[in-house]
């Protein structure tokens, strides 16, 4: 049984959402989501009264023209209906992190759409909260696809908001790599206040996310980086978000909440080198609740993002973060029917199978390690407030 819903709240998904799929030796495999759903689902949490299940909304060459330049969608297009011809090192596309699929353009503006249904269902009042699991693609910049990222979907929900009222956007970016698209979009806007926090640029892809990087002209204040050294923990990460986040929405006053929720940085992610665990994924969920109800009247729009652990991670991640959304609880275990499917699907991609419980406690360091990384992320958060906080404040 499945208590009402604290809040009401939206998963956006259809189940012919899974062809963003740049092939099966690539990282971002969309069986990670497909399972996120199957777990949701499995643990009854679509059921509960006050969740609704939302389809996409359309997204057209349009919409998605607001924020990316023409050539490089015309670009997209091309390797979209030819894949073997429509490689660009220019546009990004065909190169490493970005192979060129059939039909990667409609795959792409499918993503978009469900960003935005999340923003509409929160902007109009449907529900107080909505999560599209599929989203995310932050790394996706104008004119170039860039670090798996062909359309930059939470930049174009934001879009989609500013355009339908709103005039203060926070976003609030959590993956293990820096936000770097949607800070550029909205570098110069005022508008729309972006806070990253992520593994040190000097270590990580894409190498920027530095505490200088405050934004330009009137957004001066309005774009703010937290860069933490690998091996950070999930204790030391909270304390750092805990420093930065509430004092920033408290002094921007935003009307709604966005966020990117990547789960690439747990401790045993493939990808990259920060510490966190399930349980500070509890941590962060119930940190982004409260900030929504207290400083963002109660709005707020969730995507997707980075996380490579396809069955042993990713799920159970994105499951804690939907849960905490709706205000639900989850069992202590997976539930067996779902551990089945996702140790099929762990064995048929050669990755780890999912564990029993969605919690597993924290990571240990020697101390004298865990004090040198709580120094060096201090370090980093008073370097952010002394470049931008008054900047910040400027702005309320
Ligand atoms: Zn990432």
């Not at 049984?1 to 189940?15: F, G, Y």
């Not at 989609?160 to 770097?180: C, I, K, N, Q, S």
């Not at 709005?299 to 396809?310: D, E, F, L, S």
């Not at 849960?323 to 991609?349: I, K, N």
Request: proline share 6%.
């Amino acid at each position: 049984m499945t208590s009402p819903a604290q809040t009401p709240s939206a998963l956006v998904w259809q189940d012919d959402s899974l062809d963003y799929d740049f092939g099966p030796a690539h990282p971002l495999k969309p069986i990670r989501v497909e399972l996120t759903v199957s777990l949701i689902r499995a643990c009854g949490l679509t059921d509960a009264e006050g969740v609704t299940t939302l389809p996409l909304e359309p997204f057209a060459d349009d919409d998605v023209l607001r924020r990316h330049d023409e050539r490089y969608v015309e670009a997209v297009k091309r390797a979209s209906s030819d894949p073997h011809a429509g490689a660009s090192l220019r546009f990004g596309l065909g190169v490493g992190d970005n192979p060129t699929f059939a039909g990667m353009h409609e795959a792409s503006l499918r993503v978009c759409g469900a960003s935005v249904a999340a923003a509409k269902a929160v902007w109009e009042g449907w529900v107080s909260h909505a999560f599209n699991p599929a989203g995310g693609l932050h790394h996706a910049m104008a004119d170039r696809a860039s670090g798996f990222c062909i359309y930059n979907d939470p930049a174009l929900a934001i879009d989609w908001l500013l355009r339908h009222g709103a005039t203060r956007v926070a976003y609030v970016d959590v993956d293990t790599h820096h936000g770097d698209g949607v800070q550029k979009m909205f570098y110069d806007d005022p508008r729309v206040l972006t806070i990253s926090l992520h593994e040190t640029g000097e270590a990580l892809f894409p190498g920027t996310g530095f505490a200088h990087e405050i934004g330009e002209g009137d957004a001066r204040g309005t774009s703010l980086n937290v860069s933490l050294e690998p091996t950070t923990p999930g204790e030391v990460w909270l304390e750092a978000f805990d420093a930065v986040v509430s004092q920033a929405l408290d002094a921007f006053g935003p009307q709604v909440l966005v966020t990117q929720l990547g789960c690439d940085t747990h401790a045993t992610d493939s990808l990259a080198h920060l510490m966190l665990t399930t349980d500070d994924y509890v941590g962060i969920a119930q940190r982004l609740r409260r900030l929504a109800h207290d400083h963002a009247q109660g709005r707020w729009v969730a995507t997707g993002g980075g996380g490579y652990q396809i069955a042993s991670v990713v799920p159970r991640a994105w499951a804690i973060y939907f849960a905490e959304l709706a205000g639900l609880s989850l069992p202590a275990e997976l539930p067996g029917d779902w551990r089945r499917e996702a140790e099929e699907a762990a064995s048929r991609f050669d990755m780890p199978a999912p564990p029993q419980q969605f919690l597993e406690g924290s990571v240990d360091l020697r101390q004298d390690r865990l004090e040198e990384l709580r120094g060096q992320a201090r370090q980093s958060v008073e370097k952010l407030k002394q470049h931008a906080f008054g900047l910040l404040e400027g702005h309320a």
